[in-house]
């Protein structure tokens, strides 16, 4: 009985050796192809630069989907399609414009523009005294007596001592969300929001923005101002507190609009029923050129599915890229990509998603049970060699999140995250911020992650 144990330890001992060093060389060969062969570059070179921002329901959009789309059909997968979903149709309308007037005549201009959602001014623009507050709990404090017939300007500013920079935006991106919502309800007649940038510059971060119920009449428009102009304005209104603001803004909410999801599969050789989805989103906002939020992670996610059949790996789970539609201003493509599995009664085992920008992976951020992430935590020292070192509990991503069940693993690739926040949603987002190599070791480490959950499945599964 003694001698069957050891033998017993024996196997799995040198199993577990062999398989891991068959990990360690596909790892290898994943790399080394995405550091020499990788197609992300040149695919993001396409959609930045050929194309530019892609808002929802624009024409830059269905340009997007069909260049990526036609890229997919040129790689020889098993299944390339489009999967149709309504879209919000938002446009920004002529160039912003704003000031601020200490007495008459006396004027600054300043960096502004219209928040995602946001309603126009009226043709000649809202001139109104304008009060600061820090965050949507000051209105409260304040009351309608100090509000009504004025602009509010929210100017909390993101927390710079914590070092996760996505905690630091979502401790302050309530008052670009729902201040406008929020304001209303104590007189105000627009809005002003520090963008959701950690340094001080000129560009000002725009991002959606919603209004809960109000009825359309009862809306008030809302613009982000530059983090420069938010202090200029700040101080400003210290010295001149009777000061003026002067905004004017044009955009314009359309009827819905057709786009697509696009979607590519490699049909799996062992479990074909078993989905594996790696994904980011396609659209993007119109400042700029999205090529950080989130052409990176579309390129990346298409990258994948070319890395695992150049680097030699033939999937046993089916391995689909979706670059969805309408993250940023409605999470349109998500929530139809999901409706639609679960009527088909798809079985999704896997969803990674890339949108925190084409920087250097730092890891994976992993919502699934203990079980699969102790699974997870096992497979630590496969990354090490490539400084991915942060395998950690927590939010997986917008698009996937509607995926989530019992029975799926969700995770999301967590990039060096200082710089991103420099570049979200501005102007400042543009192709040659990215990095070539970040880029692909980003494809390299999701590529990786994808080969070992589709090489041992998920818990439920087993
Ligand atoms: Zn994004």
């Given at each position: 009985m003694k001698f069957l144990k050891y033998i017993l330890i024996v196997v799995v001992v040198t199993w577990q050796?062999?398989?891991?060093?068959?990990?360690?060389?596909?790892i290898k060969a994943i790399y080394e192809t995405a550091l020499t062969q990788s197609k992300s570059y040149d695919w993001l070179n396409y959609l930045s630069n050929?194309?530019?921002?892609?808002?929802?329901?624009?024409?830059?959009?269905q340009q997007a989907v069909d260049y990526t789309k036609a890229q997919l059909d040129s790689m020889g997968l098993d299944k390339v399609w489009l999967q149709p979903v309504m879209v919000p149709k938002w446009v920004r309308g002529t160039p912003e414009?704003?000031?601020?007037?200490?007495?008459?005549?006396i004027t600054t201009n300043l960096p502004i523009c219209a928040l995602g959602g946001s309603v126009a001014t009226p043709l000649q623009g809202i001139k109104a005294n304008i009060i600061e507050v820090n965050g949507i709990k000051d209105l409260e404090v304040l009351g309608a007596d100090k509000i009504k017939g004025k602009i509010v300007f929210f100017n909390k500013p993101m927390d710079p001592t914590l070092i996760s920079t996505f905690e630091s935006y979502s401790g302050c991106?309530?008052?670009?969300?729902?201040?406008?919502m929020e304001a209303v309800k104590y007189g105000a007649v627009g809005v002003i929001?520090?963008?959701?940038?950690?340094?001080?510059?000129?560009?000002?971060?725009?991002g959606s923005m919603g209004y809960g119920d109000l009825e359309v009449w009862e809306r008030i428009p809302a613009a982000a101002i530059s983090t420069k102009g938010a202090e200029f304005l700040s101080a400003t209104l210290k010295l001149s507190p009777n000061a003026n603001f002067y905004f004017k803004q044009s955009c314009k909410v359309y009827n819905d609009v057709e786009s697509f999801n696009v979607i590519g599969e490699i049909?799996?050789?062992?479990?074909?029923?078993?989905?594996?989805v790696v994904g980011g989103h396609l659209d993007s906002w119109d400042l700029g050129d999205g090529s950080h939020d989130d052409g990176a992670g579309c390129v990346q996610s298409m990258d994948v599915l070319r890395l695992l059949k150049e680097s030699g790996y033939t999937p046993k789970r089916t391995i689909r890229v979706v670059l969805f539609m309408n993250e940023e201003n409605g999470l349109r493509g998500g929530k139809k990509y999901a409706e639609v599995a679960k009527n088909k009664k798809e079985k999704h085992v896997f969803a990674l998603e890339s949108d925190a920008g084409g920087f250097s992976p730092r890891g994976f951020s992993f919502d699934c049970s203990e079980g699969d992430f102790k699974k997870v935590k096992s497979w630590g020292p496969l990354f090490e060699p490539y400084l991915v070192h942060m395998l950690v509990k927590g939010y997986s991503g917008a698009d996937i999140g509607p995926l989530k069940d019992d029975g799926i693993v969700l995770a999301g690739l967590r990039p060096d995250s200082q710089r991103y926040f420099d570049h979200h949603h501005s102007e400042y987002d543009t192709f040659d911020h990215v990095n070539k190599r970040e880029l692909e070791l980003g494809a390299a480490a999701m590529s990786s992650l994808v080969y070992l959950f589709d090489k041992y499945g998920v818990e439920k599964t087993k």
């Open positions: 050796g062999y398989a891991q060093s068959e990990d360690e060389k596909q050929q194309i530019g921002g892609r808002l929802s329901g624009s024409i830059q959009a414009f704003a000031y601020v007037e200490t007495a008459p005549g991106v309530g008052q670009r969300y729902a201040g406008a929001v520090r963008s959701m940038n950690l340094r001080l510059d000129d560009y000002p971060h725009t049909k799996g050789s062992t479990y074909p029923d078993e989905i594996i």
